[in-house]
T-cell receptor, first 115, second 115 residues
Framework: ETGVTQTPRHLVMGMTNKKSLKCEQHLGHNAMYWYKQSAKKPLELMFVYSLEERVENNSVPSRFSPECPNSSHLFLHLHTLQPEDSALYLC??????????????FGEGSWLTVV | AQSVTQLDSQVPVFEEAPVELRCNYSSSVSVYLFWYVQYPNQGLQLLLKYLSGSTLVKGINGFEAEFNKSQTSFHLRKPSVHISDTAEYFCAVSRYGGATNKLIFGTGTLLAVQP
């Protein structure tokens, strides 16, 4: 059983739709992340929240909008996506910064298909 | 900037045979090194990590990795694999003491264990 849960596991949406991915961590961590995993590409770090404050945004298009209402919950709001945005979106959490060698814990991911 | 290279996209191996998955990194500063595993339809799970000290690191499921600073490598090994080890394996690096919360991943190696 994972300490990081993501819903929905699968999502199909049209390019004009608005949807959200949800992530909840039960580990008491203070940092949360969104990653994008596409076939044959390295995992791409999209957003980092530390103590509920966004500390990193790796030039992600504005059609992706994150929200971190508290240290246990993280959302990724999706709006007017493109077919190339189809991927596995992974949420993760850690206690402290990745840069200090702390382990990050991943959820099982949300498979997104944009049609 | 740091980068990670996993030259082998796929490694087929027979059950009970030894395996080595290669990982090379590039960095001008000291780094932390990680191996994560992703089983089908699941998120990533930490196998092992090198922070400091002994260059031979032991992880879960009988895996181990050796940090070689002169060759900038962190190869993953297992003396005898099982069918259940079939998964995608990701090497990752983070900068020691860096200000940014960033874990850089390689493109992954699919370990395909055959009976």
């Amino acid at each position: 059983e994972t300490g990081v849960t993501q819903t929905p596991r699968h999502l199909v949406m049209g390019m004009t739709n608005k949807k959200s991915l949800k992530c909840e961590q039960h580990l008491g961590h203070n940092a949360m992340y969104w990653y994008k995993q596409s076939a044959k590409k390295p995992l791409e770090l999209m957003f980092v929240y530390s103590l509920e404050e966004r500390v990193e945004n790796n030039s992600v298009p504005s059609r992706f909008s994150p929200e971190c209402p508290n240290s246990s919950h993280l959302f990724l709001h999706l709006h007017t996506l493109q077919p190339e945005d189809s991927a596995l979106y992974l949420c993760a959490s850690s206690q402290g910064s990745q840069s200090r060698g702390n382990t990050i814990y991943f959820g099982e991911g949300s498979w997104l298909t944009v049609v | 900037a740091q980068s990670v290279t996993q030259l082998d996209s796929q490694v087929p191996v027979f059950e009970e045979a030894p395996v080595e998955l290669r990982c090379n990194y590039s960095s001008s500063v000291s780094v932390y090194l990680f191996w994560y595993v992703q089983y089908p339809n699941q998120g990533l799970q930490l196998l092992l990590k090198y922070l400091s000290g002994s260059t031979l690191v032991k992880g879960i499921n009988g895996f181990e990795a050796e940090f070689n600073k002169s060759q900038t490598s962190f190869h993953l090994r297992k003396p005898s694999v099982h069918i259940s080890d079939t998964a995608e394996y990701f090497c990752a690096v983070s900068r020691y003491g860096g200000a940014t919360n960033k874990l850089i991943f390689g493109t992954g190696t699919l370990l395909a264990v055959q009976p």
